[in-house]
């Protein structure tokens, strides 16, 4: 784990990343947006969850395929699905001392929203340890895995991807980062199924079931290195 040695920056997706997917958050989210596009496109609801799992897979989020397909404004759509019940997460000052503990900036690179990433992390305890928050708006609502939005994340945190971290649960939304140079680390525990088509090894420099077992392990390294 040497590299880590290096790094000066870390970056961490949101969702199912600074809370492990075990809570359902999203689930509300993914509930809500069928919800709205039943209501919004005059469709049943199972064909409302078709098409909502179809541009996901297609577009990489749900929006990005009702603008490209339904020329549909983003706004009302990320208001309505993100509103929800946040209570279900509770403070974790193991991980905020973690956060906290590693040596440099910390950002959240989200498919979501600025305002679902305070919401999410403020419940947590953590969302005053990170410095910004790069949200699909900041993307212009191109969603990750596009490649085009990497290097605008980059740029807006004033990043060297050579000493960054990147921490995420899909799988699909690393290989972009590698590409930058980025260190990228998967979060996911060993039985959950892998979203979208495989992706490469060499995409993915490091594994982890979930947040707190890589931070960990990052801090005792350091630490070691240090001492």
């Known amino acids: ?27 509300q989210v993914d509930t809500r947006m069928t919800a709205f596009i039943q209501d919004a496109l005059s469709v049943s609801r199972a064909e409302a969850y078709r098409l909502q799992k179809d541009y996901l897979r297609d577009y990489g989020t749900t929006l990005a395929g009702l603008m490209n397909r339904h020329n549909m404004a983003p706004d009302a759509f990320l208001d309505f699905v993100h509103d929800i019940d946040v209570s279900v ?14 040596p440099g900036r910390k950002f959240i690179f989200t498919n979501g929203t600025q305002d ?6 403020s419940r947590l305890g953590i969302y005053d340890l990170f410095h910004d928050v790069f949200d699909i708006v900041s993307a212009n609502y191109v969603p990750k895995p596009n490649a085009q939005i990497y290097p605008a994340m980059l740029a807006q945190f004033g990043i060297d991807a050579a000493r960054s971290a990147f921490f995420e649960d899909m ?5 972009p980062a590698r590409a930058l140079g980025m260190t990228t680390i998967l979060l996911r525990a060993p039985d959950t199924p892998e979203y979208g ?16 077992d890589i931070l960990a392990r990052i801090l005792n390294h350091l630490g070691n290195a240090t001492g």
């Open 197 to 212: 088509a495989p992706v490469a090894p060499e995409h993915i420099d490091h594994h982890a079931p979930d947040v707190k």
């Open 1 to 27: 784990m040497d590299e880590f040695s290096e790094i000066n920056s870390w970056v961490f997706d949101l969702d199912n990343t600074l809370y492990p997917a075990q809570h359902n958050l999203f689930a």
């Open 171 to 175: 799988a699909r939304n690393l290989p």
């Open 116 to 121: 679902h990433a305070a919401r999410v992390a």
């Open 89 to 102: 997460l509770a403070p974790d000052t193991a991980l905020r001392d973690m956060i906290d503990a590693l």
